[in-house]
């Protein structure tokens, strides 16, 4: 399977047409005749997959739905289609996040080459995801004590620092250091400053003391 396609469009005969050419393709397709019912069904995450959209679908319009996605924390990549040019539109709808706007009649190069590159996008985002929950995870299994612990380390700081910092000895500053260590399943500090680069934690440390 090369991927999975939403097509969310009110038009049966442009979804048949849609649909019958991504299969020939070598695609999975979905079909749904409104927002809603794709908001029934929503895509799953773990599937390199991307909606192709129409910008007037019944019920809740296409940038409507593309807000409500976003909201609901899919990253599934987005496509519109349009029966007209209209560049305002497409400005709104890219700046917001879609991967591309087409406009009806859509090409087969068009339409295939979009989708090519919707569904490598959200192939890496999938990717990372899977890399990334479990280093999640094992932050929150941190207790309190042990995420400052972690959120001081990280960034640069000291047993010493870390103890003035939390008022506490050094001596049970290393001993959270080390549950921390063992908790990330890391065996270096390099390791753990990585892993909190990858997540963001990093940046959210810096921030919160900026």
């Not at 396609?5 to 999975?28: P, Q, W």
């Amino acid at each position: 399977m090369q991927g999975f396609v939403h097509i969310v469009d009110d038009d049966a005969s442009f979804r048949t047409a849609m649909e019958r050419r991504l299969k020939r393709a070598g695609y999975e397709v979905a079909t749904y005749t409104s927002a809603q019912h794709l908001l029934d069904h929503l895509p799953s995450e773990g599937v390199p997959s991307c909606v192709l959209l129409d910008v007037r679908v019944p019920d809740l319009s296409g940038p409507k739905l593309q807000s409500r996605l976003s909201e609901l924390g899919s990253t599934v990549p987005i496509i519109f289609v349009a029966d007209h040019p209209d560049i305002p539109a497409t400005v709104r709808a890219i700046k917001a996040g879609a991967d591309d706007f087409l406009t009806k009649p859509v090409s087969s190069d068009d339409l295939l080459q979009a989708i090519k590159r919707a569904i490598a996008h959200h192939g890496v985002q999938c990717a990372l995801k899977s890399k990334l929950d479990p280093v999640r995870a094992h932050i929150a299994a941190l207790t309190a004590r042990e995420r400052q612990v972690f959120e001081l380390v990280v960034r640069g700081k000291t047993n010493k620092d870390v103890a003035h910092a939390l008022g506490c000895t050094e001596r049970t500053i290393k001993a959270h250091r080390q549950r921390v260590m063992e908790k990330m399943q890391v065996q270096t500090l390099a390791e753990l400053v990585s892993l909190a680069e990858r997540i963001g934690a990093l940046a959210s440390a810096t921030e919160q003391t900026a």
